[in-house]
């Protein structure tokens, strides 16, 4: 079979295999029809065998022989000889997934056998499979589905792990012990085994090793690697020794990490193991470790094993997990814990790849590195942390060569010479050479045509070629004087091509500063014959400027001109006449005043000079030596001045700014800077500015400081402030913050990431635990790690030897008060008695424990008071026996049964055994039995009430142990003692009246025992007594009785009887007056049984009960409050009489023998009792009881049990009662189904079966007397069958059990039962329970067949231990919790089969909020971020709104089943609202409300409901309207003038509070009006015309405009002011300005060259021109100057019959050696013409690839050489310490054989 399968022939090959499959898989099997063709699993597919051609049947046969096991082995080996054709194509896999086999054949060409195997085999599809495909195996049994075995169809499970055959497909039929063999072999590439990778081929077991390959024995080393050497973990073993105390009851053991392996922890002593886990996701789980038995926990399997001295804790791993194991304290003892296992190495060596080789060509190096991996987070970290562990060995760094192939030749070039000119354009030149480099590194010159293949490098390049500088003037000064002559200025600046301001301009050709100006004014007083000199601020601008000043109204010195100098070269003097003078303003003209009338320091009236140097000598100026020469007197004033020299930049760049001219002191001769000391500092000329950047500022973002770094390290955030803002008015500092969207670039970031490196390690404390104690001192823990912050903000938990701080604590005191007073109570003393009953009393001290955690003992009255049964308790042992026993092994012992009878029916002799309570019906013959051990039965003495009896006319003692009291009569009452030697055994009989009310005893028996006359005990009374005398206490309730002795205790469960026989609702069966029955009742046998159990055979009418139930319900009463006592006892009374009753009716014939003689069918009593009470009733007429006679009262129904067996009246025909348990047989032709009911009115009777209510047919009757009769059953008719009996009082039903040959049969139920208030819930199996949590559950199992089943539970398909079973087969769970929660399975098995029937426990958990809300709150920022949401409550919310938003709603529930979520707007659901802006999201939880309106106000609920209740949920939404608003006013929009408004601001609202105006985007603004403000006159001010347009368009152009001096006045008007009254405020604004100072440019180029370029392919080569940059009149520039202008192409392609050529290579020459790495050859290539064939220049070929002219030869190992170095980096390699690598040995065997 396994040949076959997975193979898809083509063509004629398929009847064979059809038919071969057939005989092979079913040997010994016949084969299933063969027009059906094979099924098989869907991964195999079989051809049909029509097919196939039978000429191929034969053929196949004969080539194919069948070889013996060795020939078909999985291994593969070469040929024996040539005889065999080549191997075939590798077949399909057998399977897609979890390991499979494919194989190969080959034909034997011989007409012999060949020697050798026809198949090979390899493995294949080793990937697993998916969880639904389920086991290969059980797939090839389940396929047998369909077939029939022995008639019948079964379902197949697998039988895996067959120790003899393990690759037969051997397989049981599901619910049956049927176990067989299917197949001989299972399908190639089935598992051996379940635990091995071993698979089946051909029908024997392969060996398969780990790395999944046919006959390899590589299995997994201990860290889980297959093949592996061991060394990616480390064996972690060690012992840990509790110190544990009263205040540390826990400790650590140790901390096992994720993915260790084989891990074995033994535990001795008395503490506790338990486990805590952490996933790598960080959740966090603990387990108790509280059961024997293996388990998941994490997804981890854990062995536990749990002993009295000492737990083994077990898990193979790989551990999906941290965990770590601790111990508990649990005794005084030290405990001891040993631990071994495989700990994976996390973090390991990993090498890097090579590094980029040092070189490109000519033979490098390359080194590797090693770094730190991860394995868990995948990352690279520390090197301390691979250090960590010792077995890590950091690997040595790898050296290899690279890019050995020789360099080819390159152009190198030396550096560029200096520029040959400054400015204005120059040249530099360099050499350029072609050099090779050798493998060495030694470079050598070569001819130029060996780096042809690249352009050479140009030798000449243009430099500088940027413009001189160049002087520029500005515009000229205000004449000096308003009328006649005067002077004029200007400031002249040497600018560079960048148009800054710098030196370098000749001074031969500065334009001069000053001139001559003529004012066509006359003047008054023409006095002046020279040019008057320049006012401030004009007066020191240039270097020929004079000093002077202006006559004012006020007194001021005044200098006039200054003498020529003294000397005509070198250096003299000047003097000059300085006077105090005034301007008298009437008469315009200057007086002289006295000095002192002038204020302020005088001028200088004399100075030095310079007249140029003498002799044409230029000799430095020496301050010391002109000091010398003229003691000091005399300046160089002449010779260094004050000049200003340009602007500096503008001080805004908007909005209007100044500009200050630079002042420098100049040597007048060499132009050059010279220090300001050398001039004269009073001469200093003042500050000269000017405006600038006049264009009012647009918005602009201003920007704060950042803030300190939130982190030091791992990765913080700084914040700063930016906000937009618009500067109003420069001069008074006004600015006003605006709207983000104001400001039209980028908002700059407001927050940024700072301190992103990682963090050292650090301790991490947690939140503290919970105290371990409310009060009195406790402490509390918290988890203190390891942790290092990384620089992505991360944490990586470290081992706690990385951390160098010290450790936190982790532990503290908490609760530091003083508690309460509380009671300390003693442990129980022993009973007071040595056996029966006695009490138990404990002593109690009031304590009060300190804060300190001290306990002092403080007055009892302190503490509350404590009730009595604190203090005291019975105690029960042992029944006493004689006053002295001797030793258990050798004294005599009287076997009694402790029990209680209660006769129900008269009937004439009952048996019992002693050791019990009977309560009898008079007239009864009772015979009692003593049955001893180790005891002679002639010497037992019988005693009744401490008198000896002996045999009369009505008492017989017999002599074996027997006393027989003919016809029970009221002086027979009393206790009846068995005595063996000091043995002893006593039996009480009381005896029930004919009203059901026990007879007291007659006077005179034991008067002094009884109850005085007329005194009847109550029964609270009675019950009072009993508790005095379980506790050992014994008084009396009056003085008149202190002489009555102790209650007789054979009274003891007197009026717990009396109360049950007072009980209503007994059937009148059941206690029928015994006066009434007649003698016609049958006897039982009084043959003695030998058993003392059996005698309860012989009490048909008799009801039994333990003593120790009766015993346990008098405690119950006892303890009760004295107020509810009588009320309890009535309640258990009535409680216990209900079982009585029920028991009575389905368990009365429990105890029957089965009849001998009947063979089929059989019937058998139910399975076992349920109650403490069993009861038999047998009665042999009826009557008429069940018809309606008056004067009988009316009662419920009661259907009649039979004792008798099922009779066979024939062959074929059946007839039982109710019951009992049917067996159809093969002949069984009728089944008859009695049901005899009692009841008045008589009860009606229906039939069902399995809960169903009976179809009556021409087949299944019901009979005249209610009987159901069953013709010719089938298989279908199977079932329990249940007769009920209805009237108006109740109803009752039983069940007889109908099986199929005794097959098991489980009683079912299929309905749904879902409980929430009652405390207790009882159900079939088969049912649904769904309850809530702390409810008692019974699941019935009702089982039935022949023999008797045998029932199992199960949970989840795990096993339950048998104690939570009842008798009945039944189980019971109490207190049920959700982990109870699961599937309980009922299986019932005999001889004949099994049947499983499940039963579904759903805890219910009502709906409520849940604790947590992060599930919510994530699902409303899913369903709708950014939107305004609320979450409902029990409670209610309120969410408020403005129309047209959206906002989303949650309600937050928890419930089991998850509850139905139900939504409603003001109390009508919203799935009935036809409004679709509501959406119902994420199960209900959600409601998305979208575009609210005022109609979408109101209170809106969410309703949860599931079956455990119900739970409703509000929030209210609230519409409010967002509205503009008017605000303050904005600042004035002007200073001065009558245009200043302010506008009134507008700001969004809510309900009076400002939000963001984006709230109230597209509502409607209110009208404002502006207020006028700054309406005053303005100060006077310069007022410019525009500019016009310029002259020219380049070259240099002027444009002007006009300035005057103007003043605003409050009513609007423009005054013009005169210029005086702007300049003391301002500097007076130009008038005139250059523009279009560019210059006029143009592209110009020559004509083309000639096509002698360079080749670009084939006859094809480049021809140039030159285009350059120059002005329109002819002037050449720099290309930059016309960049702006479309530049002409320079190059085109052309036709070149030089460039016709090609590469041409002749022969390689010989090797230049014949061994080792270095041998090379050349050859010669050539660039030919392909016209004359003749060699041309190289570079003409350059545009094609050039063939190679060198290459490496004979490269094989030299023998015998000289030991020398073949590469240069051998000392590297000694450095590196690489030398024993074998690829450094020989090539640097010269350097390293030094080492």
């Not at 997804?299 to 536990?304: A, E, H, I, P, R």
């Not at 009777?1245 to 169903?1252: L, S």
């Amino acid at each position: 079979m396994a040949l076959a399968v997975g193979l898809r022939y083509r063509g004629s090959l398929a009847p064979i295999l059809s038919s071969t499959l057939c005989l092979l898989y079913f040997a010994g099997q016949v084969c299933g029809d063969q027009s059906q063709g094979a099924v098989f699993l869907r991964e195999f597919t079989l051809i049909r065998r029509e097919s196939l051609h039978d000429d191929f049947l034969s053929d196949l046969l004969n080539s194919h022989k069948i070889e013996d096991a060795s020939s078909r082995t999985a291994r593969s080996e070469e040929d024996r000889d040539a005889l065999w054709d080549a191997w075939g194509p590798w077949s399909e896999c057998s399977r897609t997934c979890g390991g499979g086999a494919s194989y190969s054949l080959r034909r034997c060409l011989s007409s012999k056998s060949c020697e050798g195997r026809n198949i090979r085999y390899r493995t294949c599809s080793n990937v697993d499979c998916p969880p639904e495909a389920g086991d290969f195996r059980a797939q090839q049994c389940s396929a047998h589905n369909d077939v029939k075995y022995h008639g019948q169809l079964y379902e197949w499970l697998p039988v895996s792990n067959d120790p003899d055959n393990p690759c037969s497909l051997k397989c049981q039929a599901k619910g049956t012990a049927l176990v067989v063999e299917l197949a001989p072999k299972v399908l190639d590439g089935t598992r051996c085994y379940t635990e091995s990778l071993d698979m089946c081929i051909s029908g024997l077991c392969q060996i398969v090793g780990c790395d999944h390959q046919l006959g390899s024995t590589v299995k997994e080393d201990n860290c889980g690697v297959c093949n592996g050497d061991g060394s990616t973990c480390r064996l972690v073993r060690g012992q840990y020794k509790s110190q544990l105390s009263a205040t540390k009851l826990d400790d650590t053991v140790v901390a096992i990490p994720y993915g260790s392996r084989h891990v074995r922890l033994v535990l001795k002593g008395p503490d506790h193991l338990y486990l805590e886990t952490k996933t790598l996701q960080g959740a966090k789980g603990e387990n108790s470790l509280s059961t024997t038995g293996s388990f998941l926990v994490d997804n981890s399997s854990v062995d536990f094993q749990k002993f009295p001295d000492k737990e083994i804790l077990r898990m193979a791993g790989p551990l999906t997990a941290d965990f770590i194991v601790k111990v508990h304290n649990a005794g005084t003892a030290d405990s001891t814990v040993q631990f071994i296992f495989y700990q994976p190495i996390i973090h390991r060596w990993r090498e890097t790849d090579f590094f980029p080789c040092s070189a490109t060509c000519g033979g490098g190096y390359q080194l590797t590195s090693a770094e730190c991996y991860d394995l868990r987070s995948s990352r690279v970290v520390a090197d301390q942390y691979c250090h960590y562990y010792p077995e890590n060995v950091k690997p040595k760094p790898k050296l290899q060569e690279c890019n050995l192939d020789p360099c080819p030749a390159r152009w190198e070039s030396t550096p560029w010479t200096a520029c040959s000119s400054s400015c204005g354009g120059g040249i530099q030149s360099r050499t350029v050479s072609c050099v090779e480099e050798d493998i060495q590194g030694h470079v050598s010159s070569v001819e130029e045509w060996k780096c042809m293949y690249t352009p050479k490098m140009p030798i000449v390049q243009p430099c500088n070629i940027f413009d001189c500088p160049k002087w520029l003037a500005q515009e000229w000064s205000p004449c000096t004087v308003t009328c006649g002559q005067g002077l004029r200025y200007r400031v002249v600046l040497c600018i560079d091509h960048r148009g800054m301001h710098t030196g370098g301009c000749s001074p031969k050709t500065k334009p001069h500063i000053k001139e001559e100006c003529i004012i066509p004014t006359p003047c008054y007083k023409p006095k002046e014959k020279l040019p008057v000199e320049a006012k401030l601020p004009w007066h020191k601008q240039a270097q020929e400027l004079e000093e002077g000043a202006v006559v004012s109204e006020e007194p001021s010195f005044i200098p006039e001109a200054w003498s020529a100098c003294t000397v005509t070269c070198g250096v003299g003097t000047q003097v000059r006449m300085v006077k105090c003078q005034v301007l008298l303003s009437f008469s315009q003209s200057v007086a002289d005043l006295p000095v002192d009338e002038c204020e302020g320091p005088k001028p200088v009236s004399q100075r030095a000079c310079y007249a140029g140097p003498c002799n044409g000598e230029i000799s430095e100026y020496n301050p010391e030596e002109t000091d010398l020469l003229y003691g000091g007197l005399q300046d160089f004033d002449e010779l260094f001045d004050w000049e200003y020299e340009g602007f500096t930049e503008c001080s805004e760049s908007c909005g209007g700014g100044v500009q200050e001219a630079v002042v420098s002191c100049l040597n007048k001769q060499t132009r050059e800077t010279a220090d300001e000391s050398l001039c004269v500092t009073s001469r200093r000329p003042p500050k000269l500015l000017k405006s600038c950047n006049l264009d009012p500022c647009p918005s602009r973002w201003e920007i704060g400081k950042w803030s300190p770094c939130s982190l030091t390290c791992g990765v913080g955030l700084q914040t700063r402030d930016v906000f937009c803002s618009h500067l109003l008015s420069r001069e008074m500092n006004e600015t006003v913050v605006l709207a983000d969207e104001l400001c039209h670039k980028p908002k700059p970031t407001i927050v940024q990431a700072c301190n992103r490196f990682n963090c050292p390690p650090a301790w991490y404390p947690a939140e503290w635990q919970q105290c371990s104690r409310t009060c009195g001192g406790g402490a509390q823990k918290r988890d203190v790690l390891c942790k290092q912050r990384m620089a992505d903000g991360s944490f990586l938990e470290l081992p706690e030897t990385f951390c160098s701080a010290p450790r936190p604590t982790s532990q503290q005191a908490c609760r530091n008060e003083d508690c309460p007073h509380e009671w300390l109570l003693s442990e129980w003393t022993q009973c007071s008695r040595s056996c029966g009953e006695g009490t138990q009393t404990r002593s109690a001290i009031c304590r009060k424990i300190l804060k300190s955690g001290e306990s002092v003992i403080v007055n009892s009255s302190l503490c509350a008071p404590l009730p009595f049964s604190s203090s005291v308790q019975p105690c029960i042992l042992p029944a006493c026996a004689g006053p002295s026993r001797p030793s258990p092994k050798h004294s005599p012992h009287i076997t009694a049964v402790r029990k209680i009878y209660i006769q129900i029916q008269k009937q004439r002799k009952l048996h019992f055994v002693v050791g019990g309570f009977a309560y009898l019906l008079p007239k009864t013959s009772v015979v009692l039995r003593c049955p001893t051990r180790r005891f002679r039965k002639p010497l037992i003495t019988w005693e009744k009430d401490g008198q000896h009896l002996t045999s009369s006319a009505h008492i017989t003692v017999a002599p074996f142990g027997y006393l027989k009291i003919h016809r029970l009569k009221p002086s027979d009452m009393g206790t009846y003692t068995c005595s063996a030697g000091p043995a002893q055994e006593h039996f009480v009989i009381k005896l029930i009246g004919g009203n059901r009310k026990l007879l007291a005893r007659p006077l005179g028996l034991r008067g002094e025992e009884e109850t005085p006359p007329g005194r009847k005990n109550s029964p609270n009374e009675a019950l009072r007594t009993q508790e005095k005398h379980q506790n050992g206490i014994f008084f009396n309730g009056s003085k008149a009785e202190k002489r009555v002795p102790p209650v007789d205790p054979g009274s003891r469960y007197d009026d717990i009887v009396s109360r049950l026989l007072e009980q209503r609702g007994w059937p009148g069966e059941l206690f029928a007056s015994w006066e009434a029955q007649d003698s016609t009742e049958r006897n039982i046998s009084s043959e003695e049984d030998q058993n003392p159990e059996q005698a309860l055979l012989h009490l048909p009418f008799t009801l039994v009960t333990e003593q120790q139930r009766l015993d346990d319900l008098l405690r119950n009463i006892s303890q009760q409050p004295e107020e509810l006592r009588d009320l309890y006892s009535k309640h258990l009374v009535s409680q216990l009489a209900r079982e009585i009753f029920r028991s009575h009716l389905e368990h009365q014939d429990s105890l029957l023998k089965f009849p001998e003689g009947r063979i089929h069918p059989v019937a058998i009593p139910p399975h076992k009792h349920v109650s403490g009470f069993s009861s038999s009733l047998r009665i042999s007429s009826l009557g008429s009881s069940g018809e309606m006679r008056s004067g009988q009262p009316h009662r419920k129904p009661v259907i009649l049990r039979k004792i008798s067996a099922a009779q066979q009246l024939s062959a074929s025909e059946v007839v039982t009662h109710l019951g009992q348990t049917v067996a159809l047989a093969s002949g069984t032709l009728s089944v008859l189904l009695h049901c005899e009911a009692g009841g008045n009115p008589k009860p009606t009777i229906t039939w069902a079966r399995n809960g169903e209510e009976v179809q009556y047919s021409n087949r299944i009757l019901l009979q005249p007397d209610d009987s159901l009769q069953i013709l010719a059953p089938v298989e279908a008719d199977v079932g329990f069958y249940t007769c009920n009996a209805t009237n108006a009082l109740g109803s009752d039903s039983v069940s007889i059990a109908v099986t199929l040959a005794g097959k098991p049969l489980v009683k079912t139920s299929r309905m749904a039962v879902t409980n929430i208030d009652l405390p207790a819930v009882i159900v079939d199996v088969g049912s649904v329970i769904k309850t809530i949590p702390g409810v008692n559950v019974t699941i019935s199992c009702q089982v039935a067949g022949v023999p008797e089943v045998e029932v199992t539970w199960f949970r989840n398909k795990s096993k339950l231990a048998p104690l939570h079973h009842l008798h009945d087969g039944s189980l019971w769970i109490t207190n049920v919790s959700f982990s109870d929660q699961g599937l309980y399975s009922c299986r019932a098995v005999n001889l004949h089969g099994e049947v499983t029937e499940n039963t579904q426990l759903v805890i219910l958990d009502p709906p409520h909020p849940p604790s947590q809300m992060e599930d919510i709150k994530a699902l409303l920022s899913a369903n709708g971020p950014n939107l305004p949401s609320v979450l409902t409550s029990p409670l209610g919310t309120q969410l408020v709104l403005s129309p047209g938003n959206s906002a989303i709603l949650g309600c937050p529930v928890k419930g089991h089943p998850y509850p139905n979520i139900t939504w409603f707007h003001d109390h009508q659901p919203i799935a009935t609202i036809a409004e679709p802006t509501y959406h119902i999201l994420a199960a209900g939880q959600i409601l998305l409300i979208r575009n609210v309106s005022a109609g979408s106000q109101g209170e809106f609920s969410c309703l949860a409901q599931n079956e455990a209740g119900m739970l409703v949920q509000k929030t209210s939404l609230v519409i409010q309207e967002y509205w503009w608003s008017v605000d303050k006013l904005v600042g004035c929009s002007a200073s001065c003038g009558n245009k200043g408004i302010q506008q009134p601001q507008l700001k969004c609202v809510l309900n009076s509070t400002e939000v963001s105006p984006s709230f109230c985007a597209g509502k409607a603004k209110p009208a404002v009006q502006p207020v006028a403000c700054n309406r005053r006159d303005c100060p006077s001010r310069w007022m410019v015309t525009p500019w016009s347009s310029c002259t020219r368009s380049c070259g240099g152009g002027v444009q002007t405009r006009r300035v005057t001096c103007q003043k605003l006045k409050a009513s609007g008007a423009s005054v013009p002011m005169s210029n005086e009254m702007c300049s003391q405020l301002a500097k007076r604004p130009v008038d005139t300005q250059a523009c279009n100072q560019q210059l006029c440019v143009e592209w110009a180029f020559s004509s083309w060259g000639q096509c002698n370029g360079p080749c670009i392919g084939p006859r094809l080569a480049v021809q140039h021109r030159q285009v350059f940059c120059q002005t329109r009149d002819g002037i050449s520039l720099p290309f930059e100057q016309c960049s702006a202008l479309p530049r002409p192409v320079s190059t085109q392609n052309c036709w070149a019959e030089a460039c016709g050529v090609h590469w041409r290579v002749s022969l390689w020459t010989l090797c230049t050696a014949t061994c080792g790495n270095y041998g090379f050859q050349s050859r010669r290539v050539d660039c030919i013409h392909i016209r004359t064939n003749k060699p041309v220049p190289e570079h003409l070929c350059s545009w094609r690839p050039r063939p190679a002219n060198w290459q490496r030869c004979n490269i094989t190992p030299c023998e015998n050489m000289e030991c020398r170095d073949t590469t240069r980096y051998c000392e590297k390699v000694k450095q590196l310490k690489l030398c024993q690598l074998t690829q450094f040995k020989s090539r640097c065997c010269g350097t390293c054989g030094k080492a």
